[in-house]
């Protein structure tokens, strides 16, 4: 099992900044991708970054230029410095990491969740 663990979510005000930790913990020998998601109300979940274990990453254009997804791996942490944030960024924000499972042929990724950490930009 892994357990992912979200922090550094809340309230701030447009244009302000705001840095998401994730941190994983449990039994697995090694993480592959690792990302960051958001779910707005009444609305589908949707990428927001994504970086590799070789730290390739990728962006949501609609956050592109002003968010930072990096990673940690002797920490299994993933980061999201998030900064002009605007209104339209408000959110719950996952954690997701992709863990190689071993199904008795061959290795699987298996996409783990955090439980979420909301951030609210006030406009």
């Known amino acids: 099992q892994v357990q992912l663990v979200e922090s550094g979510g809340g309230l701030v005000q447009a244009g302000g900044s705001l840095r998401l930790s994730c941190a994983a913990s449990g039994s697995f020998f090694r993480i592959n991708n690792m990302g960051w998601y958001r779910q707005a109300p009444e609305k589908q979940r949707e990428l927001v970054a994504h970086?590799?274990?070789?730290?390739?990453?990728n962006y949501a254009d609609s956050v592109k230029g002003r968010f930072t997804i990096s990673r940690e791996n002797t920490e299994n942490t993933v980061y999201l410095q998030m900064n002009n944030l605007k209104p339209e960024d408000t959110a719950v924000y996952y954690c997701?990491?992709?863990?190689?499972?071993?199904?008795?042929?061959?290795?699987?990724?298996?996409?783990?969740w955090g439980q979420g950490t909301q951030v609210t930009v006030a406009s």
């Open positions: 970086i590799t274990s070789g730290g390739s990453t």
């Open positions: 997701n990491a992709d863990v190689p499972i071993y199904n008795g042929e061959h290795f699987t990724d298996y996409p783990y």
